[in-house]
Nanobody, 122 residues
């Protein structure tokens, strides 16, 4: 499956932003989808993930209550709604597809998008 993220941009602290990840291929609904981010000089970290059809989610503590993941399998798209953005949310955000749950390690994912940049200023 091929993944393409969109929706990044330059934001102010407190703003909201929704990222989208469009997947290709009929098998999209079979994959667990995750959102990761990587800031300069830091490891890539999982901010959240969502299961295939029942919509079960997992979030990192750093974003819990502010970020929300959803998916629309009919549109082969997964979303990351980011609210109350903080400067420390600045990173390149990636979506990824895998088949293991829970899946918060980058080693659990097979396919990756190219990333979209989110910059949050104070």
């Amino acid at each position: 499956v091929q993944l393409v993220e969109s929706g990044g941009g330059m934001m102010q602290a407190g703003d909201s932003l929704r990222l989208s990840c469009l997947g290709s291929g009929r098998s999209f609904s079979r994959y667990i989808m995750g959102w990761f981010r990587q800031a300069p000089g830091k490891e890539r970290e999982c901010v959240g993930a969502i299961t295939t059809n029942d919509g079960m989610t997992w979030y990192a503590d750093s974003v819990k209550g502010r970020f929300f993941i959803s998916r629309d399998n009919s549109k082969t798209t997964v979303y990351l709604q980011m609210n109350s953005l903080k400067p420390e949310d600045t990173a390149t955000y990636y979506c990824a597809a895998g088949s293991r749950w829970p899946a918060y390690s980058k080693n659990d994912y097979y396919y990756w998008g190219q990333g979209t940049q989110v910059t949050v200023s104070s």
